[in-house]
C-alpha cells in the first residue's frame, strides 16, 4: 500500500500549498485592484475564495485518511514482514541491517519484539502524523456552520491550530521512514534480476550484493515555504495595520438591537462595498470580525452597523454605552483596532448599466454603502456614472429594522424626485412577518399618501418576492444588458437568485444577462 501512501501525500502537499492563500486578504484585494481592467468574470473568481479554501480543505480530510489507512496496513505488513519464518524475500529485506552494522535498512520495525503502535507514538513520522491529525480533526469540526453560528469563539480558537498542523507536517518527513534503494545500490543490485535470487545474495554474490536503503528527503517544505512566506507578511500587514489608531466619533442605538459606529482612522480610504475586520481589546484580545461599511467613500469617516446577536457583540454594545440611557463621554468609549478595508463582490456594482440589489435582515449593510455613495454622486452632479438603473430589494421579518435605513431611502428618493430622474432608482421594501395588531394598523393606515412603516411614498409590500415576475419584467425592460445581481444573504435565497440568473439570460450574445455576486466574508 505504499503507492496509497505517497499518492495522497502528494496531493496534500499540493493542496497544503494552496490552502492559505485564500485567506490572504490583502493579497486577494491588490489581485482584485489589478483586475479592475480586466473582464469582470476574472474579478468575479476571486469572490469565490471562501469556497475555494473550504474545497481545498475538505480534499486535505480526504487525502489524510487514505495516506492514513495506507501506512496502517503498511506497518501491519512491516510487522508480519520481521515475524515472517519462511525465509521469503519480504523477511529477508526486513533482516538487513539488523546484524548491529551501520548497514543501511528497509524495514522501519526494527525488531520482532516491537509493534506498530510503539513505532507511532517514538519516531518522528508517528508523532507528527498523530499531531496533525488530530489539529486537523479539530478545525474541520468546529468550522461546521452549526458551530461556527453558534460558538465563534470555539471556531476561531482552533482555526489557530494550523500553526501546529503546518510545523508538523514540514518535519513529518524528517524522520525519512519511506526508504528505497539508493542509486549505487541500484546499479549494483538490479531488482528486476535479484529479485528471485535473495536467498543468495552476499558480499560473496558480485551480481547480487546486499542491497543498501536510504529514507526519502523531506519535500513538503518546499510546496509550503511560499504560501507561508506570503501569509506572514500579510500577517506583519495586518498587524501594523491594526496598531494604527481609530477613533470613534459617534455610537447610534438603532432598532432592532443594532448599533452603528461611526469612525476615523488617518489614511483609511475606502470603496463602496468593502468590509473591515474589527478587534476590541476590552471585550476579547485575540478575536477579529468581519463587518460591511455602510459609510460612502465621500463622507469624512466610515462606520459599520452591528447587529447584538452574541457575546462579543453584546460585549460592544455594553463597551459602548448602548445599555445605558445616559450621553456617554466620548473618552470612556473603548478602543478599536481596525484591518482593511477589503475587497468584494460589491465593489464592481458601478461596473453594470442595470443593477439588482438584494438585502435580506442586516445584510442591508453594503447597500447601505452603495446608494449613500450614489446619492453624492448625485449632489455634486457627478456625471461618469455608469450605471444607469438600480433596483434595489429588502426582506426583513421586524418592522424596527426599517428605521435606520428609511432616512437614507427618503433622502435618496426626494433627491430623485428634485432631479427628475425618479425612475433611476427602484426599491421594493418586504416584510417577511407580522402579527395581528401589526397587521390591523397597516389596514388601518394603507390608504396614507406615505406608508406608515417606513414613512416613503413607496408602500412596503407583504411576504416574498415573486422573482419569476421580478427577473421577468428586468429582462424586458433592458433586453441587451448585463445586470449585476448583488446578494448579502442566506444561502438559500443565494440558491434561488443564482437559479433565476441562468434560467433569464439570453442565450444569445447580444440578449440580457443576469450576472450574480454574492457577498462573502
Same mark, same amino acid.
Given at each position: ?19 492559505? +492563500? ?44 487514505? %495516506? ?68 486537523? =480533526?479539530?478545525? =474541520?469540526?468546529?468550522?461546521?456552520? $452549526? =458551530? ?9 480558537? &482552533?482555526? %489557530?491550530?494550523?500553526?501546529?498542523? #503546518? ?16 542509486? *549505487? ?11 528471485? *535470487? ?45 496598531? *494604527? ?33 474589527? !478587534? ?11 463587518? &460591511? ?44 483596532? $481596525? ?51 438600480? #433596483? ?32 433611476? +432608482?427602484?426599491?421594493?421594501? #418586504? ?18 399618501? !406615505? ?6 411614498? *413607496?408602500?412596503? +409590500? ?15 425592460? %433592458? ?22 440568473? =441562468? ?19
Amino acid at each position: 500500500a505504499l503507492s496509497w501512501a505517497r499518492a495522497p501525500a502528494a496531493c496534500l502537499n499540493f493542496n497544503c500549498m494552496l490552502i492559505l +492563500l485564500p485567506v490572504c486578504r490583502n493579497l486577494l484585494s491588490f489581485l482584485r485592484g489589478s483586475c479592475q481592467c480586466c473582464s469582470r468574470n476574472i474579478t468575479r473568481q476571486l469572490d469565490g475564495n471562501l469556497t475555494f479554501h473550504k474545497l481545498v480543505a475538505y480534499m486535505i480530510a480526504l487525502h489524510t485518511a487514505i %495516506h492514513i489507512l495506507a501506512h496502517l496496513l503498511n506497518f501491519e505488513w512491516f510487522m508480519d514482514a520481521q515475524l515472517d519464518a519462511n525465509n521469503t524475500l519480504p523477511y529477508v529485506l526486513s533482516q538487513i541491517g539488523n546484524e548491529g552494522t551501520n548497514r543501511s535498512y528497509l524495514n522501519p520495525i526494527r525488531s520482532s519484539e516491537t509493534s506498530p503502535t510503539i513505532v507511532a507514538f517514538t519516531t518522528i513520522a508517528g508523532l507528527s502524523g498523530v499531531v496533525i491529525t488530530l489539529a486537523l =480533526i479539530l478545525m =474541520i469540526t468546529t468550522s461546521m456552520e $452549526v =458551530i461556527r453560528r453558534s460558538y465563534f469563539e470555539v471556531f476561531w480558537y &482552533t482555526h %489557530h491550530l494550523f500553526v501546529i498542523f #503546518y510545523i508538523g507536517l514540514v518535519i513529518h518527513g524528517v524522520g525519512r521512514i519511506v526508504r528505497g534503494q539508493t542509486e *549505487q545500490s541500484l546499479q549494483d543490485h538490479k531488482p528486476k534480476i535479484c529479485a528471485s *535470487q535473495f536467498q543468495q545474495w552476499g558480499p560473496n554474490n558480485t551480481d547480487c550484493p546486499v542491497p543498501d536503503f536510504a529514507g526519502n528527503p523531506p519535500m513538503t517544505w518546499k510546496w509550503v515555504v511560499g504560501p507561508m512566506f506570503l501569509y506572514v507578511c500579510e500577517r506583519l500587514v495586518r498587524f501594523w495595520r491594526s496598531q *494604527q489608531k481609530v477613533v470613534i466619533t459617534k455610537v447610534v442605538t438603532h432598532p432592532s438591537k443594532t448599533i452603528e459606529l461611526q469612525m476615523k482612522k488617518k489614511g483609511f480610504k475606502m470603496e463602496v462595498g468593502q468590509y473591515i475586520f474589527m !478587534k476590541c481589546p476590552s471585550v476579547s484580545q485575540l478575536e477579529w470580525h468581519p463587518f &460591511t461599511l455602510t459609510s460612502a467613500p465621500e463622507e469624512d469617516h466610515f462606520s459599520v452597523h452591528i447587529r447584538i446577536v452574541g457575546d462579543w457583540t453584546q460585549g460592544i454594545f455594553e463597551a459602548c454605552g448602548g445599555n445605558k440611557k445616559e450621553f456617554q463621554e466620548a473618552w470612556k468609549l473603548p478602543k478599536m483596532a $481596525v484591518d482593511g478595508p477589503f475587497g468584494t463582490a460589491s465593489e464592481d456594482v458601478f461596473r453594470y448599466e442595470v443593477v439588482m440589489l438584494v438585502g435580506a435582515g442586516i445584510g442591508v449593510t453594503p447597500f447601505a454603502s452603495i446608494l449613500k455613495s450614489v446619492w453624492y454622486r448625485y449632489s455634486n452632479n457627478t456625471t461618469d456614472l455608469v450605471t444607469k438603473k438600480i #433596483y434595489f430589494y429588502w426582506l426583513c421579518r421586524e418592522t424596527q429594522a426599517f428605521e435606520w435605513f428609511a432616512d437614507l431611502l427618503q433622502s435618496l428618493e426626494g433627491q430623485m424626485l428634485e432631479r427628475g430622474n425618479a425612475d433611476f +432608482l427602484s426599491y421594493n421594501i #418586504y416584510l417577511t412577518s407580522w402579527n395581528e395588531a401589526e397587521a390591523a394598523h397597516f389596514t388601518v393606515h394603507h390608504e396614507e399618501e !406615505k406608508d406608515p412603516i417606513t414613512g416613503l411614498k *413607496q408602500k412596503t +409590500l407583504y411576504g416574498r418576492p415573486n422573482w419569476d415576475n421580478e427577473f421577468r419584467t428586468i429582462a424586458g425592460n %433592458h433586453p441587451s444588458s448585463r445586470v449585476g445581481v448583488f446578494l448579502c444573504g442566506p444561502q438559500g435565497l443565494a440558491t434561488t437568485l443564482g437559479r433565476q440568473c =441562468i434560467d433569464y439570460s439570453d442565450a444569445d450574445p447580444r440578449g440580457v444577462h443576469f450576472i450574480f455576486n454574492k457577498e462573502n466574508f
